[in-house]
Nanobody
Framework: QVQLVESGGGLVQAGGSLRLSCAASGSIFSINNMGWFRQAPGKQRELIATISTIGSTYYADSVKGRFTISRDNAKNTVYLQMNSLRPEDTAVYYC???????????????WGQGSQVTVSS
């Protein structure tokens, strides 16, 4: 089995910063893409950032220029550095990883437990 454990959420004032971490563990052969979604109250889950094995990144327009995604392949960990936070960034943030559990097999998506990020005005 594969587990993704998130850390780093919390309460911050507008303009502040937070860093989320998400560590994958368990039966892992390799990890392809990793990334972050968020879900605000009453809204659909939104993909905000992804990163490939070689470091290619994608950002949603809503976070581009403020958030930075990175990963440490040796630690099977993905990070989300969030700067210049706004009240509209308030949401539960979920990490995911596309994990190959054995070779040869296709990757499966696993999810973190969710981290609350609250930005006060």
């Amino acid at each position: 089995q594969v587990q993704l454990v998130e850390s780093g959420g919390g309460l911050v004032q507008a303009g502040g910063s937070l860093r989320l971490s998400c560590a994958a563990s368990g039966s892992i052969f390799s990890i392809n893409n990793m990334g972050w979604f968020r879900q605000a109250p009453g809204k659909q889950r939104e993909l905000i950032a992804t990163i490939s094995t070689i470091g290619s990144t994608y950002y949603a327009d809503s976070v581009k220029g403020r958030f930075t995604i990175s990963r440490d392949n040796a630690k099977n960990t993905v990070y989300l550095q969030m700067n210049s936070l706004r009240p509209e960034d308030t949401a539960v943030y979920y990490c995911y990883a596309e994990v190959v559990v054995s070779w040869p097999s296709e990757s499966r998506s696993f999810w973190g437990q969710g981290s609350q990020v609250t930005v006060s005005s």
